[in-house]
Every structure is written in structure tokens, then in C-alpha cells.
């Protein structure tokens, strides 16, 4: 599979300034063209309500300037009216004479008032010389605070039951802090997936009591960011799709479909997943063996691991196939579609189907080890038009 050096969606960007700059440095002395701005990050442009780590942006000039250059940073929601959800430290920043860059932050307010995620808009108020144009702003998604689950009694008292047999759950129900870290070979098909990259965050993920718990059988459900990959998995879909404009967008149907559904790079959509039947065994020597694979709805079923997905552009292309709609018709069910199922996990991962030279494949495994309070899943996953398999190791921990 093609890698790349981080996640962030404005890589693009970065590599892209990376060469302006490279020019530009040859080019001060008598270069009299606009000197273009961009307002960056090299995080993934996603922050949650109730999380108040900050974003560190960047704001990037082509060329420097002989005197100090000073910028107000603007927030504009462009979701609705809701203002004051975030604050940038500084407000105002100052790139210093010679220099092309200087970072600040964005740091959610946490007021906890949103029920939808909106979209921000970070750009700049006033351009303090002539010559300089905003050539692009910094988009960010600010979701939800995620909030512990609500318990019925059935489910208190199941888990009560659990805990009578040596299996503690209760501690595991709520919002879990989570470590990521994804392992992925190099591939050589389209950008940005072409070298070898490993990729490690943190997160939160919301776990609760599944409803297809029984007396005998607990199963866990998470309900929100599961395993901490949403915007991970996000990522890859929009690579994939409409931000792969070598091979996906010219695609005959594609256009049509774009304007169909009113999708394109920049549409305002929203994307969630969740996991059901994490299935716990009864603890042996302080650790309980967890099973969380599934099977993809195929003719042809293959292991996977079997997120639920609700993507906001395949779901409005999916009601228009499943009314019969001609072009809908024509984007669904191949490789033109917008399916996140499609896409995401396309080779079995309980054997290796690649069969790459090293081996890039790693079995699904699940446990919970009790005295250490840490619950962990290792599986492998690939994607549309990849060309080996990611090693993705979970790591949950219990918070303090």
C-alpha cells in the first residue's frame, strides 16, 4: 500500500508550499508577484468540543519580508451562527523579518452546546501589505463533546453479574482513552499512498454494554470513534474517492454523480462509524480473550473487522440507486461508489491474502488484561487499490 508521512489532510499543501518555498528563496531579490499565504496544519484538521488539546496551525508566506509582518487570526463558522466555540492563541501573530512562518493555536472553548459537528474557517482579517493574497485558509471540523453512555437497569444488572464472576466491566463503560498506532508498507500506485509511513495517536473512544449481551456472553459496543480510527478510515475514504483526481474522479460516471448528489472535495459532509459484538470470554489468570471479527456481506464473505459506517454523500447517493435512479445506479456497487464498505477492508484479514514478500499480514487478536487495566486489538486492514496490508494495534487504557 502506498504510505505517507502523516495524516494530515493538508499534506498536499505542505509539499506543495514545500516547493513554492524552495523556489521562492531564489526568487526575493527583485520578485515583485503576489506573495500567496496559506493557513495550515499538519494534525488532522478535526477537534471535539470537549477536548481542549490544542490544534497547532501554521501561517506560511512564499517570501519573506525586510520588516516584521503582523496578522489577526479570524475564526468564521460556516455551519451555522454559533460563535465563541473556539479561541486562537495568540489572536494576533507576527512572522519576524526574513522569516515565512509562524504557528499558533486553536483551542476549543469546550462549552459542550453542540448537537451536529460544524465547519470552521481559518483565514486571516487583514492583509498588512499590498501584495499578499490569502491563497488558502485552514478548514477545521469541530465535533460533539463525547459524553459516557446512559445504562438501563437490564444492563446494570448484567453488568453487576459479570462482576460476581471475576469480570469488572463497569470501569471499561464511558469514554475510554485509546492509542493508535497503524504500520502500512509502501505501494506505488497514485498519491499519497506511495511510501512506507507509521502513524501513532491518541484518542477517545465511547464504549458501552451491547444489547446482544447476555448472562453468559458479555459483548461490548463502541459507540463513538471505535478503536480511535473514524478519522483515519475517513482519510482513506476521501484518498480513495474524490481526492484521488488521477484515477477516481475521471471516471465516466463520476461528474455526473458529483452534481447528482451536490459532492465535491469541499461539500460539508459527515462520517461516523460504530462497532458492535466485542464479544469478552470469562477472565483465565487475570486476562479475558476478545473475538471482534465479522464478515463482509459479499457473495464471496471475507473476515473483516465489521464496522458500521454513516456517511453523509453515500447515503444520499444510496437512496437515489435504491429509487432507481439511473446514474446513482451506475456509482453503486463498483468502484465508482461511495460505499465506505467497498472500500475499506477489501482482503480477508484471518489468513493473508497478499501474500507479500516480506509478509505484511498480521493476525486478529483481542484481550483485556485486568490487573493492567488495559484492553488491546492488533488486525490488519487495506483498502480499494491498495496493495498490501496496514497493521493496525489498538491500545485502551483505563483513565484515572
Known sequence: ???????????????????????????????????KLYITTDQDPVMIESDTTPLRASLIMTRAYAKDQTFEISVTNTTNEMDNLVTVKPSSVTIPSGAKAVNFDIISNGREILKNEVYLEISVKALPETDMEVHQILKIRLKPG????????????????????????????????????????????YEPFITEFTKEYTGKTVITLSEQ???????????????????????ILRKVTVENTEYWTPQPDIPAMMELINFSADSKETFDMTLDNIRLGMPQNGKSAITFTGEKSEDDPITIVPFHYDYSAWNRLKELADAGNEIALACSGNSQTLDPLFHLFTTDISEDGWENEPSDFVAPEGSLNINEGKMTFIFSFDHSDAGGYSQITIEYTLPE
Open 1 to 35: 500500500m502506498k504510505a505517507m508521512k502523516n495524516l494530515s489532510l493538508s499534506l498536499f499543501l505542505l509539499i506543495y508550499c514545500a516547493g513554492i518555498f524552495s523556489c521562492s528563496d531564489s526568487d526575493d531579490d527583485g520578485y515583485s508577484g503576489k506573495n
Open 146 to 189: 463525547l459524553r459516557n453512555p446512559e445504562l438501563s437497569e437490564e444492563q446494570k444488572a448484567l453488568l453487576e453479574s459479570y462482576k460476581q464472576n471475576g469480570l469488572d466491566l463497569s470501569q471499561w463503560i464511558g469514554v475510554i482513552p485509546v492509542k493508535v498506532k497503524i504500520n502500512s508498507p509502501a505501494d506505488g500506485f
Open 213 to 235: 449481551s447476555t448472562a453468559n456472553a458479555p459483548v461490548l459496543k463502541m459507540t463513538e470513534n471505535p478503536m480511535g480510527l473514524t478519522e483515519y478510515f475517513y482519510f
